[in-house]
């Protein structure tokens, strides 16, 4: 069974930078598009950043100019670029990929902004 495997997160002051990293353990079919969502403490889980197969991406308003969402060079995989981070960007992220006739989820990485 394909498994989205993320990397990247940890603990950061404000101000910095992480870079999150998605890649599938194997082939997936079909995407249509990727992306990361988060979910923060007692929050509901959102849509951060998202890129379609052709290139089309849209953020969050709250990461807008901040985070930017790239595809990598190998297949199947997405980064995540957070710059000026936050302590309200604190949260657990998580990679999603969607394809036809499904959608993959990854395990989630947490991302702390705290002094």
């Known amino acids: 069974q394909v498994q989205l495997v993320e990397s990247g997160g940890g603990l950061v002051q404000p101000g910095g930078s992480l870079r999150l990293s998605c890649g599938a353990s194997?082939?997936?079919?079909?995407?249509?598009?990727m992306g990361w969502y988060r979910q923060g403490p007692g929050k509901q889980r959102e849509l951060v950043a998202r890129i379609t197969t052709g290139g089309i991406t849209n953020y969050a308003e709250s990461v807008k100019g901040r985070f930017t969402i790239s595809r990598g060079n190998a297949k199947n995989t997405v980064h995540l670029q957070m710059n000026s981070l936050k302590p309200e960007d604190t949260a657990v992220y998580y990679c999603?990929?969607?394809?036809?006739?499904?959608?993959?989820w990854g395990q989630g990485t947490q991302v702390t902004v705290s002094s």
């Open positions: 999603n990929v969607q394809a036809i006739g499904r959608v993959y």
């Open positions: 194997g082939s997936i079919t079909g995407i249509f598009g």
